[in-house]
T-cell receptor, first 114, second 111 residues
Framework: KQEVTQIPAALSVPEGENLVLNCSFT??????LQWFRQDPGKGLTSLLL?????REQTSGRLNASLDKSSGRSTLYIAASQPGDSATYLC?????????????FGKGTLLTVNP | DAGITQSPRHKVTETGTPVTLRCHQT?????MYWYRQDPGHGLRLIHY???????DKGEVSDGYSVSRSKTEDFLLTLESATSSQTSVYFC??????????FGQGTRLTVV
């Protein structure tokens, strides 16, 4: 059974700081890994998708890396802003047969202080 | 937002009553999922569908059933609601290639 762990559970930083969120998974037979953002009371918004054959993806101030062999991914946020405050979740798509399931970590609650 | 609509957005129901939540997509995605989100547990998969009339159980499927009679719609039914099913329910869709999309959630309270 795939298990996804996110560390830390909560993080508070001052505005402008660069930060790293961590995600680890137990089964390396993944199809892809996604990072999502969730604002309070809202649904999830996909930030970055990394295919299993890729090492990283970038979007603006966000950079996600994937080391499939070690079961780890990081989300790097540069020059953090108060608007980045949200819960960040990572999820892996497991490859197994012809059906694909998303398994989520419990998320990291990020607070960026002005 | 992606073309995913969940209905209703909020519902209060009594213990023992049946409840159906609807997820409608306009993305023509093959895969659809129902999750519940609870404090301390994160997102947990209830059921998912990999095609019309093709569904399978997730990790917390007891007390829930689903149906998918056409690509656009994925229904989640609580046959007899219990207080432990009070939660926020999210529907998600995926094409199998690009990122997954989530609905805005349904807040269900069972009293």
């Amino acid at each position: 059974k795939q298990e996804v762990t996110q560390i830390p559970a909560a993080l508070s930083v001052p505005e402008g700081e660069n930060l790293v969120l961590n995600c680890s998974f137990t089964d390396s037979a993944i199809y892809n890994l996604q990072w999502f953002r969730q604002d309070p009371g809202k649904g999830l918004t996909s930030l970055l998708l990394i295919q299993s054959s890729q090492r990283e993806q970038t979007s603006g101030r966000l950079n996600a890396s994937l080391d499939k062999s070690s079961g780890r991914s990081t989300l790097y946020i540069a020059a953090s802003q108060p608007g980045d405050s949200a819960t960040y979740l990572c999820a892996v798509e497991n490859s197994g047969g012809s059906n694909y399931k998303l398994t989520f970590g419990k998320g990291t609650l990020l607070t960026v202080n002005p | 937002d992606a073309g995913i609509t969940q209905s209703p957005r909020h519902k209060v129901t009594e213990t023992g009553t049946p409840v159906t939540l609807r997820c409608h997509q306009t993305e023509n995605h093959r895969y659809m999922y129902w999750y519940r989100q609870d404090p301390g547990h994160g997102l947990r998969l209830i059921h998912y569908s990999y095609g019309v009339k093709d569904t399978d159980k997730g990790e917390v499927s007891d007390g829930y059933s689903v149906s998918r009679s056409k690509t656009e719609d994925f229904l989640l039914t609580l046959e007899s609601a219990t207080s432990s099913q009070t939660s926020v329910y999210f529907c998600a869709t995926w094409s199998g290639e690009t990122e997954a999309f989530f609905g805005q959630g349904t807040r269900l309270t069972v009293v």
